[in-house]
């Protein structure tokens, strides 16, 4: 039922010490369904010691570059970001579900926005790609970026940033703000914080007078970010976010033991045309798409951790809960989309649908 297609790499650039680019070519076949907006997100599947492994990376490329890469930092310990920076060559494949994901606004040519990006560490991707296109293709947009990184030399894209502050001068500027480097300029040395947030919407950027501000990073971060751009007059609602799994892996993640026997709730999942019934109890904390996969039906998925959107689904009858969301915004929740990796039943019958979603902003 899900969608996955071999993708050929094609290129592997060491940006950093810790992080590569990848440049991912479909087959021939495949092209139409890669094609991508700036800002979505590639979910790769890789068997490791027997497990079905799936990770999503941000596209780093702008519209106008039309290829698909993704930037990679190995997490200590991590298993599919050590294979993809330690195990990777040109010339292998990798699977790959079609790009998803919300995280962008749609471009309009002669509007005139002022956009306010917050990357930190690898949230740079998605934001690079947001960038790149937003000053292409919006001729009269501002931007201004604050990008947070240990030291220099952890900072990613140093080089496509500095040549798009050269080719976008007067329309875009980056404020790097380092944690142990010290520069000149206290403001933009140590951590970031509601008070050093404070100091930039005051001398530096006016979420007043901002239209979106798009962030990406650990939870912690962005929500104190979001909460200081509220402070200072910026409407929730133009305010978006990727985030970036933070919650244990699924593989740290002990198994539940199901009594099946006391299963109270008819679940009917519509994916591709095709209608599949599961039975699952309501009160055994199990979410839809763990009942799903226990039954092997192959449904859309990759961080279970309520943060991608991979697995969002539409409720067409019953009613469910979920237990966290950090990806969907509030109005596509009110009209009824769920993500199925959070979803417990609270009704005796439910049936959700995979095959009505369209993404909040379609370019
Ligand atoms: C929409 C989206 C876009 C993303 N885009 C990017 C991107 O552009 N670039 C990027 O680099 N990342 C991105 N990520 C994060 C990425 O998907 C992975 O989460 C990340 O690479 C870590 O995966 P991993 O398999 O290497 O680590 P995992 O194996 O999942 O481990 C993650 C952490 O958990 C710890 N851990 C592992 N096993 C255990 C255990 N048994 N007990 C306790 N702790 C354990 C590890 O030590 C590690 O610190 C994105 C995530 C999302 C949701």
Sequence with gaps: MSDFYPLEITDIKQETRDAVVLTLKPQASDAARFKYKQGQYLTFKKMFK??????????????????????????????????ANEELYIGDKIDSMPPMGNFNTPLVRDTHKNYLLFAIGSGITPILSLAKTILEEEPLSQI?????????????????????KDRFMSRFSVLHILKHDSGDIDLLTGRIDADKCDQLFT???????????????????????SERL?????????????????TPPKKAKAKAVIDKSKNDVVVTLIKDGQTRRLEMSRHSGETVLEAALAENIDLPYSCQAGVCSTCMCKVKSGEVEMQSNYALED?????????????IPLTDELTLSFDEMTHAAEN
């Excluded at 941000?58 to 050590?82: H, P, R, Y």
């Excluded at 007043?208 to 650990?218: M, S, V």
């Excluded at 109005?331 to 979803?343: D, H, I, P």
């Design 144 to 164: 201004i970026l604050t990008y947070v990184n240990r030291s220099y030399n952890s900072i990613m894209f140093r080089e496509d940033l500095s040549d798009l």
């Design 203 to 225: 001398r530096w950027m006016s979420p007043k007078h901002a239209d979106t501000a798009f962030i990406c990073g650990p939870k912690e971060v962005m929500l104190m970010i």
């Design 331 to 343: 109005y596509e929740v009110e009209r009824g989309t769920v993500l199925s990796c959070q979803s």
């Design 50 to 83: 027997g497990e079905s492994l799936r990770r999503s990376y941000s596209i780093c490329s702008s519209l106008s570059d039309n290829q698909l890469k993704v930037a990679i930092k190995k997490v200590d310990g991590g298993w599919f970001s050590s294979w």
């Design 230 to 246: 509220q402070a200072h007059g910026m409407e929730k609602s133009n305010i978006k976010f990727e985030l970036f799994a933070s």
